[in-house]
C-alpha cells in the first residue's frame, strides 16, 4: 500500500487492518492541528476504498488518480463558508440528497467535512441523523483541529484518530528528500513547521509565512 500522508504509520496500518478484515466504520473523526494532515489521509483512504488494485491505494489507478484531483463523483468535500466561517444545514442537506444515491462510478460514496467543529447547531443536527442511521457504502469523515468544539454526540458515533505531530528530523528529511530542500532550509521550515509538514511545504511556496516566525526568534 501507498499512503501519502507521512508520520501517521499508527493510524495507516490501523486502516489497512479494518480494510483487511471488513470493519471499516461508517463514520470517522481526524483530530490533529492545522496542517498535519488530516485532509491527505482522507483522501488516501476515499482512494483506499474505491481502488482497484490488489493492494490499495495505489495511487495510479483511474479511481486513484480521480479522487485526487477532486474529479471524483463519489468524493466529496464539505467546508466552511467563506463568508460565515460555518458549516450551515442547507450544505448538510445537499450533502444528505447526494448520500441517498447509489455510487455512481465507485464502491463507497465518501463525504469529506473540513472543520467539523464549524458546523452550526442546525447543520450538526442534520449530520447527526446520518450518523445515527448509517447508510450502507456511504462513510463519512469528520476533519478538526478543535474536537471539543465538535458535539459530543457527534464524536461518539465517529471512530477518533489522532494525527501527530511528525518529528523534526523527519520533517527536515521529507522537505530534503521530496521537496529538494538544502540543509539549511529544510532545517528551518522544520523548525517553523511545529511538526506538520503542511505548514513547512506552504512556506516553502510563500516564504512571506516565515517572516514573522523568524523575527520572533
Given amino acids: 500500500m501507498s499512503w501519502m500522508v507521512k508520520g501517521q504509520d499508527h493510524l495507516t496500518v490501523v486502516l489497512e487492518q479494518s480494510l483487511h478484515n471488513g470493519k471499516i466504520a461508517h463514520a470517522y473523526l481526524f483530530v490533529g492541528p492545522p496542517q498535519v494532515g488530516k485532509e491527505t489521509l482522507a483522501i488516501n483512504l476515499a482512494q483506499t476504498l474505491n481502488c482497484t488494485d490488489m493492494t490499495p491505494p495505489c495511487g495510479y489507478c483511474a479511481p486513484c488518480k480521480r479522487i485526487f484531483d477532486r474529479k471524483h463523483a463519489d468524493v466529496s468535500t464539505v467546508k466552511r463558508s467563506s463568508e460565515t466561517d460555518v458549516i450551515h444545514r442547507d450544505q448538510i442537506l445537499d450533502m444528505q440528497h447526494s448520500a441517498n444515491l ?12 473540513d472543520g467539523a467543529e464549524s458546523l452550526s447547531t442546525e447543520a450538526a443536527s442534520a449530520l ?3 450518523l445515527e442511521e448509517p447508510i450502507p457504502g456511504v462513510i463519512f469523515l469528520l476533519l478538526t483541529a478543535n474536537e471539543e468544539l465538535v458535539l459530543p454526540t457527534i464524536r461518539s458515533r465517529c471512530r477518533r484518530m489522532e494525527l501527530r505531530p511528525m518529528k523534526v528530523d523527519a520533517v527536515t528529511k521529507e522537505l530534503q528528500d521530496v521537496y529538494g530542500q538544502d540543509m539549511r532550509q529544510a532545517q528551518e521550515l522544520a ?4 511538526g506538520c509538514l503542511g505548514r513547512a511545504v506552504d512556506a516553502i511556496y510563500e516564504p512571506s509565512k516565515i517572516e514573522s516566525w523568524r523575527h520572533s526568534l
Avoid: D
Fill in 191 to 194: 523548525g517553523y513547521s511545529q
Fill in 128 to 130: 447527526l441523523k446520518n
Fill in 102 to 113: 447509489p455510487p455512481y462510478e465507485g464502491k463507497y460514496r465518501i463525504y469529506i467535512i
